[in-house]
């Protein structure tokens, strides 16, 4: 069967590719989910958990803040400005600025909805293993 | 040991001193020039894809000319110049190199009856500002040497904002990058980006008939592709002109310090030449005065 090649980069790095049977991304619209065939699509990415299926069926997990990401002929390229694997989040430190963010209130909101994509990737990844 | 002997002395071991100093500074910016290249070279794909996502979006998108960040006013009135310099000093003529530059590009606007509003990154280049009393719109210190994405988003950020507020309210209608280009270990220039409005779409949309890009399905819909893509754009340019710069500033460093430790070396060299005429005098004087102590004797 015919496979996805995906490839997530972040403003300061690569951070992971690979191929994959399917990838799951959230969009302003909604969830798209992306198979091999899939039509060319340029969409932009929200703060959410980017899910990788892999050909083996591993899931990977992707903290994913802003960006885009396109998919042509199989080719799924994920950039985010910020792009984190499940393992690399440090959870403690999340948390951390989840609170200070809700101290914060509304000024912070960015700030709290990265901090709770992160401890929702970490804590589903944890779910996972 | 005579007094002059001693002197000698002293001031080879302050320079030695000195130059185990600026040798170490030597080593440490050569192992952060290479640091701050991967990092370059690190951020490259997002460049490539960024600019091809908005080349995409751009040629789809309707009325491209009129997005406000790309849409040329009739006269601009005020432009933003970013000056990226150094935190701290010894690294040679890097920060003097970029704030000449920002003075020429000052001279410039000002001669077009532009009003230039200096944002500063970089200690030296902000006390630069504060020494002639001049005001800055924006500064931002602390990391020139290793710079990240969230510093050149903060900046960016509020370039953007500047740019997208009226004239009459005190925006700006021009942005400016003045960055020091790294085009190699041994020579870096500064150099003057117009980074806004933009430049890069003109020659895409010129391209359009060729369509070179897939038939993007694109979502919510091209238009907010691109108002989400191209503050990111304005974001990357800044980071790549930091992280460009923090190379070039290490550079300049190295550079500076390896002639600060050649200079040492030199100065220990003839320090040591005249020390040891100094004791070979002292050595000649004694035996003179002992040979003449006896020959008075057994006069």
Redesign the interface.
Same mark, same amino acid.
């Not at chain 1, 039509?39 to 932009?44: F, G, K, N, Q, T």
């Not at chain 2, 897939?214 to 919510?220: A, M, N, S």
């Given at each position: 069967m015919a496979e996805l090649n995906v *490839?997530v980069?972040? &403003?300061?790095? &690569?951070i992971w590719k690979g191929p994959a049977k399917s990838v799951v991304a959230k969009?302003?619209?909604g969830e798209?989910g992306v198979l091999p065939g899939h039509?060319?699509?340029?969409?932009?990415l929200v703060e959410s958990p980017l899910r990788i299926e892999a050909p083996d069926g591993s899931k990977l997990l992707v903290a994913v803040h802003?960006?885009?990401f396109?998919v042509?002929?199989d080719e799924v *390229?994920v950039?985010a400005?910020?792009a984190e694997l499940a393992e690399d989040i440090d959870v403690d430190r999340a948390k951390r600025a989840l609170d200070a963010a809700r101290a914060a209130g509304e000024e912070e909101f960015a700030a709290l909805k990265r901090a709770e994509t992160r401890i929702t990737v970490a804590g589903a990844a944890a779910g996972l293993r | 040991m005579g007094a002059q002997l001693r002197v000698y002395r002293r001031r080879i071991r302050s320079v030695q001193a000195t130059k185990k100093i600026t040798k170490a500074m030597e080593l440490i910016a050569s192992s952060r020039i290479v640091k701050a290249q991967q990092?370059l070279a +690190?951020?490259e794909?997002?460049l490539i894809?960024?600019n091809s996502?908005i080349s +995409?979006?751009a040629s789809h998108a309707t009325d491209v000319r009129k997005h406000p960040l790309m849409a040329r006013p009739e006269e601009s009135k005020r432009a933003a110049i970013l000056v990226i310099t150094a935190d701290r000093g010894l690294a040679g003529a890097y920060s003097s190199n970029a704030i000449k530059e920002a003075e020429g590009v000052n001279r410039m606007l000002a001669e077009q009856g532009t009003q230039a509003v200096p944002y500063v990154v970089g200690r030296k280049g902000v006390s630069f500002y504060r020494f002639r009393n001049r005001p800055v719109a924006g500064e931002y210190t602390g990391f020139t040497d290793q710079p990240?994405?969230a510093d +050149?988003?903060r900046i960016g950020d509020d370039l953007l904002t500047a740019f997208l507020t009226p004239t009459q309210e005190g925006g700006v209608d021009e942005i400016h990058i003045v960055y020091t280009h790294f085009l190699n270990m041994g020579s870096q220039e500064a150099r003057v980006r117009r980074v806004l409005p933009l430049e890069v779409v003109d020659e895409v949309v010129s391209k359009e008939s060729a369509l070179p890009f897939?038939?993007?399905?694109?979502?919510?819909g091209p238009e +907010?592709?691109l108002d989400?893509?191209l503050p990111?754009y304005i974001?990357?340019m800044v980071?790549l002109c930091l992280l460009m710069s923090a190379a070039s500033e290490h550079a300049a460093r190295r550079r500076a310090m390896k002639s600060a430790t050649d200079n040492a070396e030199e100065l220990i060299r003839s320090l040591t030449r005249q020390a040891n005429q100094a004791r070979q005098a002292e050595i000649t004087q004694e035996i003179s005065e002992i040979v003449g102590g006896a020959d008075a004797l057994s006069a």
């Open positions: *490839n980069v972040s &403003a300061e790095r &690569a969009t302003p619209e798209i039509e060319p699509v340029l969409a932009l802003g960006g885009f396109s042509d002929s *390229n950039i400005e910020i | 990092r +690190a951020s794909p997002y894809q960024l996502a +995409a979006a990240t994405y +050149a988003k897939p038939l993007y399905e694109f979502e919510p +907010a592709v989400g893509l990111r974001d990357q980071y």
